[in-house]
């Protein structure tokens, strides 16, 4: 049995939308000083022919905006956990150009991981799928349940709104683990132990489907608590087990879902064009609403989606029971080109969607 911590957090990671008051409390407004340094960086990478695969930090420099650009990583990985980036001109530049400025940027904070079995280290969140439970979530316009990814940092970047839906929404895990504690405790034992998780289609070579240990929603190590969770893969692996999750299991992750999704601890808003989202994915919680677009690359809503990796020395200490793929370089494997899975358990996708 994991050991379960029974103790608050107090730490500005643990914050809920009551206590931010407004989404003021996490923006940082980024002016021409900005800009300017981003255009000059991206000038001299243009002018050197490097590719998005090919720009490191040391390509990328931005000496006129370092210091900014070291509170905003500060605040990611030791402070609050999140910040909104208010904004990036982006229907100014070419999409190729918002590209390469947004993974340079990235490049300060992290190195890009490979996000789908297609290798794509730089998302496109686009509606292409439709209502598709078998197409990635981030292909389809299906809502989305409060959950985690599989890296240290997110950023979204908003390229185009949807025709109607689509709001983001962002929770803090730690403010989710207090509320439980005082609540209902019980339901701690449950989320700290952990679930077994489906794969999706993306397990590497000898590995199973479903993750052969318990990934814990919750943990803890050296005083830090980490969250990892996406319900839909919990379920899926149960349907491909055919097995049953405990009354106690059921109710506990409800309970998770029910308070992280409570008013005073979510934030939701529609992300604008231009604006920029980097969240610490090991304490922050983000889903969306659905939304209405014609399916297609070239129109309706378009976010620009990075895993990063966080620079070495810099990460929480975290919990290795948490991680569900051996590697994110086993995710660009030859011969799949898709982001479809091919199983048949995606069913149990529906049951959980909250919307």
Request: net charge negative.
């Given at each position: 049995?994991?050991?379960?911590?029974?103790?608050?957090?107090?730490?500005?990671?643990?914050?809920?939308?009551?206590?931010?008051?407004?989404?003021?409390?996490?923006?940082?407004?980024?002016?021409?000083?900005?800009?300017?340094?981003?255009?000059?960086?991206?000038?001299?990478?243009?002018?050197?022919?490097?590719t998005?695969?090919?720009?490191?930090?040391?390509?990328?420099?931005?000496?006129?905006?370092?210091?900014?650009?070291?509170?905003?990583?500060?605040e990611?990985?030791?402070?609050?956990?999140?910040?909104?980036?208010?904004?990036?001109?982006?229907?100014?530049?070419?999409?190729?150009?918002?590209?390469?400025?947004?993974?340079?940027?990235?490049?300060?904070?992290?190195?890009?991981?490979?996000?789908?079995?297609?290798?794509?280290?730089?998302?496109h969140?686009?509606?292409?799928?439709?209502?598709?439970?078998?197409?990635?979530?981030?292909?389809?316009?299906?809502?989305?349940?409060?959950?985690?990814?599989?890296?240290?940092i997110?950023?979204?970047?908003?390229?185009?709104?949807s025709?109607?839906?689509?709001?983001?929404?962002?929770?803090?895990?730690?403010?989710?683990?207090?509320?439980?504690?005082?609540?209902?405790?019980?339901?701690?034992g449950?989320?700290?132990?952990?679930?077994?998780?489906?794969?999706?289609?993306?397990?590497?070579?000898?590995?199973?489907?479903?993750?052969?240990?318990?990934?814990p929603?919750?943990?803890?190590?050296?005083?830090?608590?980490?969250?990892?969770?996406?319900?839909?893969?919990?379920?899926?692996?149960?349907?491909?087990?055919?097995?049953?999750?405990?009354?106690?299991?059921?109710?506990?992750?409800?309970?998770?879902?029910d308070?992280?999704?409570?008013?005073?601890?979510?934030?939701?808003?529609?992300?604008?064009?231009?604006?920029?989202?980097?969240?610490?994915?090991?304490?922050?919680?983000?889903?969306?609403?659905?939304?209405?677009?014609?399916?297609?690359?070239?129109?309706?809503?378009?976010?620009?989606?990075?895993w990063?990796?966080?620079?070495?020395?810099?990460?929480?200490?975290?919990?290795?029971?948490?991680?569900?793929?051996?590697?994110?370089?086993?995710?660009?494997?030859k011969?799949?080109?898709?982001?479809?899975?091919?199983g048949?358990?995606?069913?149990?996708?529906?049951?959980?969607?909250?919307?």
């Amino acid at each position: 049995m994991a050991d379960v911590y029974l103790q608050p957090v107090h730490h500005p990671s643990a914050w809920t939308s009551a206590g931010l008051g407004s989404l003021d409390a996490i923006r940082v407004t980024w002016d021409q000083r900005h800009i300017d340094a981003l255009d000059e960086a991206w000038s001299e990478v243009d002018r050197q022919g490097l590719t998005l695969d090919e720009i490191g930090h040391h390509h990328f420099r931005l000496p006129a905006i370092a210091d900014d650009l070291r509170d905003l990583y500060e605040e990611i990985m030791w402070g609050r956990g999140i910040v909104l980036v208010d904004r990036l001109p982006v229907e100014e530049w070419p999409l190729a150009k918002a590209e390469i400025i947004y993974w340079g940027l990235g490049t300060h904070f992290g190195t890009g991981q490979s996000q789908s079995v297609i290798g794509d280290r730089l998302g496109h969140v686009v509606n292409v799928g439709g209502k598709d439970h078998k197409e990635r979530a981030y292909r389809n316009s299906l809502p989305l349940t409060l959950h985690t990814d599989a890296c240290d940092i997110l950023c979204m970047l908003s390229i185009r709104r949807s025709i109607e839906g689509g709001e983001s929404q962002y929770a803090s895990a730690l403010a989710v683990h207090n509320t439980i504690l005082d609540e209902k405790p019980e339901y701690l034992g449950p989320l700290y132990r952990g679930f077994r998780y489906h794969r999706f289609g993306e397990e590497g070579p000898g590995e199973a489907p479903v993750t052969e240990h318990c990934v814990p929603v919750l943990s803890e190590r050296e005083g830090c608590v980490s969250c990892r969770y996406v319900a839909g893969y919990i379920y899926m692996a149960c349907e491909e087990l055919g097995e049953d999750l405990p009354a106690l299991d059921r109710a506990a992750l409800s309970y998770f879902d029910d308070v992280a999704l409570r008013p005073d601890h979510m934030i939701e808003f529609q992300m604008e064009p231009g604006q920029l989202l980097v969240c610490n994915n090991l304490t922050t919680l983000h889903a969306r609403r659905g939304f209405d677009d014609p399916p297609g690359e070239d129109e309706g809503r378009l976010l620009l989606r990075l895993w990063l990796t966080a620079h070495e020395g810099d990460r929480r200490p975290v919990d290795d029971s948490i991680e569900i793929y051996r590697t994110h370089g086993i995710r660009a494997r030859k011969g799949r080109h898709d982001t479809r899975y091919r199983g048949n358990a995606t069913e149990i996708l529906g049951e959980v969607l909250k919307y």
